[in-house]
C-alpha cells in the first residue's frame, strides 16, 4: 500500500512538472536561507558554553552613573582583585589585563643578529594573567601547568602560536620571546588552542605579576580611582544567584567608595551575556553579537520558510480543482478520507525530501561565503548532528505546514460532484484563502524590502556622514612609547616631512574617532568641585589639528611641548558646563585629576568621538609625549601605493626592531560597522531570496489561471478584447492584493526599523519615500510576473484555444 502511494505521487509529481518545479525551487531556496541563518546562530550562541561553569561564571564589572546618565566599563581598579579575594572567600576570583597590538619578537639566537629576530604583532590575544585563571576556566595544557604563571616573566603560549613563532611546540619550554621589545620572557608552558567560539582567544599569556613590575608600560595603579577597561575580574559562584551576588557586590561598593552607590556600582554580568552585551563592546575577545540582531536573523529565517510554504498551499489548492475526478473515481472505489489525505502528504512528502537534500547542496556550495555575511569561521561544519536534527525538524514542520490544508481540501470533495466535474475553487473556499495567502506572501516581501532600504540608507548616511575631520588618505602607523622609541620621535617626523607627498605628520594616543573610551574626572577654572561629569581623554602634538584638520570655534592649538601645558577642548565640554560662547572658555583652566592646572588655549568644533551609535562626548585634547603612541601621516593620494611603500622604508629603517602595522584610518572607521554593514547585506541577500520566492508563487498562480481561462481569454479576444485589456484583466486583482499588503506591513516594517534605528545616535528619519520606494517595487515586481505570463496568454490564438476547449 504504501508503495503504491509514493508510485502514484511521484507520477502526479511528473505529471505537473512546471508546478512540481516551481514549488521545489521555492521549498528549496527557503530551507537553505534558513539553514544557513540557523548555522549562524548556533554559532554565535554556543560562545564559551563548552566551559564545564559556564553557568556559575561572573563577569565583573562597573556602571558609572553620571547626571547625564550611565557609562559601564568591563573593567575594574587594579586593587578590586584582593578586595574582593577578602570580601568573597567563598568564590575563586581572578584578574587578567590585555594588551591589544602587542609585538612578539622570537630572537635569532643562532645567528646573534637582531636583523635574524622574527616579528609578530599580535592585535589580539596578549594578556597579563593569574594562574587562578585556570581555577576558573579549562584550559587543555600539553606542557607546564597553571602554577608557572606564579614567577614574574614567564609566558605561557597556544600550540598553533608556538607552530607559528618555532614551527613546532615539542621543545620549546624554556626558550625565550621578547614583548613590545621591552620584556624578556621565559616560555613556562603551552596550552591547546581555544575553540573559535570563545571569548578568550588567548595566544600569549604572560604571568599576571609581570604586568605589576611594569607600571608605567602597560598602565599598572594601585588605585580604586583609576579604570581600564583592559583590566578585568572574573569570579566563580557556586549554587548562587544573580540577585544575591549583586546584593553583595552592592554593599562591597560601599565599602570601598566613599561615594557609595551615587556615582559606582559594580554588579556580575553572567558568562552567558559576555558575547551579547554590547554595553561593553569587545571586552577579551574580537567581536560581540547584540541578541537583537539574532533574532532579527531568526525573524526572517521565519518570514522565508512560511513565505515557501505558501508557495506550496496556493499551488495544491488551485491545482485540486483538476484532481476532483481523480478524487471521486477514488471514494467511489472505497477509498477512505484518511487514505486520501495520506496520499496528499506522501506526494507533500517527496517534495520537501526532495528540496531539502537539494538545500542542503545548496547551503554546502554557500557556505565558503557565509563568512562575508556573518563572522563563521570555514572551520564550522555543514553535516553536524545538530543542523542534521535541525534540517528534519524544519522538513517535518515544512511538511505539516505545506501538506495538511491541501489533504483536507482535497479529501473533502463530495464524489458526485467531482465527477460531474462541479468542484470549483469558488466552491472549496480556495479563491478566498489563495488571495489572503498572497497578501501574506507580499506583506513579508515589503516587509524586507522596507528594512533593506532602510539599513543601506542608513549605512550610506554613516559612511557618508560629516565626522568633523577629515579621514581621507590619513596613514596611521601604530608605535610605541618605550625610551629607545620616544628618542627617535622628532628625527621619524622630520624624515617623514622630507617626502614630497606628506602633507602633515601628528603623534597621538589615537585618532579624532577610535574606540579609545579613557576619561577621568576633572576640575574647571579653580573650582574645587566636580562639574558632576567626567570628561574623555585624547594626547597628541601640536600638528594633531592640522594634520586631522580639525575646525576651531575659538582660540587656537596649543604650543609645542612634550608634556601637557595647556589643553584644548571641543564645543560639548563648554556646552556641558553651561558656556555657549566659546571665546568665554579661552584662559580658563581644567585640572585633570590630580594633575596641574592647564589653561584652554583653543575650542575645536564638535567631531565624531565614537561610532555615530554613540553621542559626541566632551573632549580634552593635550600633548603628552609619553602616550603618543601612533603616527598619523596626511599624505597626497597621488603614487598612493608608491607612497605607502616609502614611508613604509622610512618607518622600517627608523625602527628596525619594531613591525610596520600601518593602516588607513578611513578603512579602520568603516571597521567600527562591520555588524551593521554585514546586517545590511543580510536584509539584502534574504529580501532578495524573499521576492524571488514570492514571485514564483505569483508566477505558479497566474500560470493556473491562464489555464483555467483559456475559453474565456479566447471569448474575450474573439469579441474584441485587446491584449492589454486581457493583461489588465489577470493583473488587476494581484494589484489589489499587494496594496493592502503594503497596508499591513508599513506599520510593521515602521515599528521593526524605528528599533533598529535607535541604536545609532545620528540616524536617518523614516520618511514617507522608504515606503514608496517599496510599494513601487513590490508593484513593478509583480506586474511584470504577472504581465509576461498574461502577455503570453493574450496573445495565444483565440480560434486555438477555443478548439482546444
Known amino acids: 500500500m504504501l508503495k503504491n502511494y509514493f508510485k502514484i505521487a511521484w507520477r502526479n509529481i511528473i505529471r505537473h512538472k512546471g508546478y512540481s518545479a516551481i514549488n521545489i525551487a521555492g521549498l528549496t531556496l527557503g530551507v537553505s536561507a534558513c539553514l544557513l541563518i540557523f548555522i549562524i546562530i548556533r554559532y554565535e550562541m554556543s560562545f564559551d558554553t563548552s566551559q564545564p561553569n559556564f553557568k556559575n561564571i561572573y563577569h565583573i564589572v562597573i556602571k558609572q552613573i553620571h547626571e547625564d546618565g550611565f557609562r559601564y566599563t568591563p573593567g575594574l581598579p587594579a586593587p578590586a582583585t584582593d578586595a574582593l579575594r577578602v570580601d568573597f572567600p567563598q568564590a575563586k576570583v581572578a584578574a587578567l589585563n590585555t594588551s591589544y597590538g602587542s609585538q612578539i619578537t622570537v630572537p635569532d639566537i643562532s645567528s646573534g643578529k637582531r636583523s635574524g629576530d622574527k616579528k609578530f604583532t599580535e592585535s589580539i590575544g596578549v594578556t597579563f594573567i593569574e594562574p587562578q585563571f585556570f581555577d576558573i576556566f579549562s584550559f587543555k595544557w600539553i606542557a607546564g601547568a597553571p602554577s608557572v604563571l606564579t614567577e614574574p616573566n614567564t609566558v605561557v603560549i597556544s600550540k598553533s ?3 607559528k613563532y618555532f614551527g613546532n611546540w615539542t621543545n620549546i619550554i624554556g626558550k625565550t620571546l621578547k614583548l613590545d621589545n621591552l620584556i624578556d620572557l621565559k616560555i ?3 596550552t591547546e588552542d581555544q575553540p573559535d567560539n570563545t571569548d578568550f582567544p588567548f595566544k600569549i599569556m604572560v604571568s599576571y605579576i609581570t604586568w605589576k613590575q611594569y607600571p608605567k608600560d602597560y598602565g599598572y595603579d594601585n588605585d580604586w580611582g583609576s579604570i581600564s577597561s583592559n583590566h578585568q575580574v572574573f569570579m566563580l559562584f557556586p549554587n548562587t544567584s544573580l540577585n544575591n551576588i549583586d546584593n553583595q557586590l552592592i554593599s562591597f561598593t560601599k565599602k570601598h567608595y566613599e561615594t ?12 552567558s551575556m559576555l558575547h551579547f552585551d554590547t554595553r561593553f563592546g569587545n571586552t577579551t575577545g574580537d567581536h560581540i553579537m547584540s541578541i537583537a540582531t539574532l533574532r532579527t536573523l531568526s525573524f ?16 495544491s489548492t488551485a491545482q485540486s480543482v483538476g484532481r476532483s475526478k481523480e478524487v471521486g473515481i477514488r471514494k467511489v472505489l472505497g477509498s477512505t478520507r484518511k487514505q486520501l489525505i495520506i496520499q496528499i502528504i506522501g506526494e507533500t512528502t517527496l517534495i520537501v525530501i526532495g528540496s531539502v537534500l537539494l538545500a542542503l547542496i545548496v547551503a554546502k556550495l554557500a557556505m565558503p561565503y557565509l563568512k562575508h555575511i556573518a563572522s563563521v569561521p570555514e572551520s564550522v561544519g555543514l553535516f553536524t548532528i545538530d543542523n542534521i536534527v535541525f534540517s528534519v525538524i524544519v522538513m517535518i514542520g515544512v511538511i505539516l505546514l505545506s501538506g495538511i490544508y491541501p489533504a483536507l481540501i482535497v479529501s473533502g470533495f463530495k464524489p458526485v460532484l467531482a465527477l460531474k466535474n462541479k468542484i470549483t475553487a469558488a466552491s472549496i473556499g480556495g479563491i478566498p484563502l489563495r488571495r489572503a495567502l498572497v497578501v501574506g506572501q507580499f506583506a513579508i516581501s515589503q516587509l524586507l524590502i522596507i528594512g533593506t532600504i532602510v539599513a543601506v540608507s542608513q549605512m550610506d548616511f554613516v559612511n557618508k556622514a560629516d565626522l568633523g575631520f577629515n579621514k581621507n588618505a590619513v596613514l596611521v602607523i601604530p608605535g610605541y612609547t618605550d625610551s629607545l622609541s620616544l628618542r627617535r620621535m622628532d628625527s621619524f617626523k622630520q624624515q617623514l616631512l622630507q617626502n614630497a607627498q606628506v602633507q602633515s605628520v601628528s603623534f597621538s594616543s589615537d585618532a579624532p574617532s577610535s574606540e579609545n573610551n579613557s576619561a577621568t574626572n576633572f576640575y574647571f577654572n579653580h573650582s574645587i568641585k566636580d562639574p558632576g561629569f567626567s570628561t574623555f581623554l585624547k594626547y597628541g602634538d601640536a600638528d594633531y589639528f592640522k594634520t586631522y584638520e580639525l575646525r576651531f570655534a575659538a582660540g587656537k592649538e596649543y604650543d609645542v611641548s612634550d608634556t601637557a601645558r ?3 577642548v571641543n564645543e560639548t565640554f563648554i556646552h556641558k558646563l553651561g558656556i555657549q560662547n566659546a571665546m568665554e572658555a579661552i584662559g580658563k583652566t581644567v585640572r585633570l585629576g590630580k594633575g596641574p592646572l592647564l589653561p584652554i588655549s583653543g575650542v575645536v568644533k564638535d567631531f565624531k568621538t ?7 562626548k566632551p ?17 597626497k593620494t597621488t603614487n598612493l601605493n608608491r607612497t605607502v611603500a616609502q614611508l613604509q622604508k622610512t618607518w622600517e629603517t627608523t625602527y628596525p626592531e619594531y613591525a610596520y602595522n600601518g593602516y588607513f584610518l578611513d578603512q579602520n572607521i568603516a571597521d567600527f560597522y562591520k555588524q551593521e554593514n554585514q546586517m545590511a547585506l543580510v536584509y539584502k541577500i534574504f529580501a532578495g531570496i524573499a521576492i524571488f520566492i514570492s514571485c514564483l508563487g505569483l508566477y505558479g498562480l497566474v500560470s493556473f489561471m491562464a489555464v483555467q481561462r483559456t475559453k474565456e481569454v479566447g471569448i474575450r479576444k474573439v469579441l474584441g478584447a485587446s491584449v492589454s485589456s486581457i493583461i489588465y484583466l489577470f493583473s488587476k486583482e494581484f494589484m489589489v492584493l499587494i496594496a493592502i499588503s503594503f497596508v499591513i506591513a508599513m506599520p510593521t516594517a515602521w515599528y521593526l526599523m524605528t528599533g533598529w534605528l535607535q541604536n545609532f545616535a545620528y540616524r536617518i528619519s523614516l520618511s514617507v519615500w522608504v515606503f514608496a520606494l517599496a510599494i513601487i517595487s513590490s508593484v513593478l515586481i509583480a506586474w511584470i510576473t504577472v504581465g509576461y505570463k498574461a502577455l503570453k496568454a493574450a496573445l495565444v490564438n483565440p480560434v486555438k484555444s477555443l478548439r482546444n476547449e
Open 610 to 616: 565614537n561610532s555615530l551609535r554613540e553621542t559626541v
Open 260 to 271: 557609595g552607590t551615587k556615582h559606582k556600582l559594580i554588579f556580575a554580568q553572567p558568562l
Open 188 to 190: 613556562a608552558g603551552v
Open 161 to 163: 602560536t608556538a607552530v
Open 619 to 635: 573632549i580634552v585634547i593635550s600633548a603628552q609625549k609619553t602616550y603618543e603612541s601612533q603616527v598619523a601621516i596626511k599624505i
Open 566 to 568: 595647556q589643553v584644548v
Open 300 to 315: 526572517i529565517a521565519v518570514l522565508i520558510i512560511i513565505m515557501a510554504s505558501i508557495n506550496f498551499i496556493n499551488l
